[in-house]
């Protein structure tokens, strides 16, 4: 089955028709989406400034880490869990959106940074904790991180406004080579 024959099918279960014409369900869900999207990014913001050695440069990178993780792994499960449900709810549109496949790459790169940073970068705190500005690899890291999540956000904002949908034919061929969109004349 090809991933258009299944998202298709996907959105033609009960379950998925259901939740996006609930009346309820999917503003409540989007809400808490944008909610804990807010406060994901609020303390990644946080701790990339320190990183970038712009705010907090006299407490200790380490404890700014410690204090905001907690907080920023929940929001990132919950935020998680609730843009599945969103893709649930529209899995063909989504699927097909130009933007939503951005998204979906960049929160891929961004998921890398993270990955770098906290097993080459970030284990070798004790060197450089209490320095006013982080070395070289981990103001890159911070810095890529912020134009990644700020990209992030920007792409998910804009998986509403899909001015490439595959009803408003005819598009040009790479937006539909890219949105896997069958133009039918």
Known sequence: MSPLAFFGWLAD???SAGLHESQ???SIIESIHVWTM???FGSVVMFDLRLLGLTMRK???SEVLDRLLPLTIAAFVIMVIS???LFYAIPLRSYQNI???GKMLLLLLAGLNVWIFHSRIYPKVVGWDVERVSPRAARIAGALSLVLWIAVVIS???IAYNWFDCDRQPQPD???FLTSCVATE
Do not use: D, H, K
Request: aromatic share 24%.
């Open 83 to 85: 843009g599945t449900l």
């Open 13 to 15: 279960t009960s379950w």
């Open 24 to 26: 309820y369900a999917y």
């Open 99 to 101: 933007f939503f496949r």
């Open 59 to 61: 407490v200790p990178a």
């Open 174 to 176: 790479i937006i539909n």
């Open 156 to 158: 998910g904002r804009m």
């Open 38 to 40: 807010a406060v994901f």
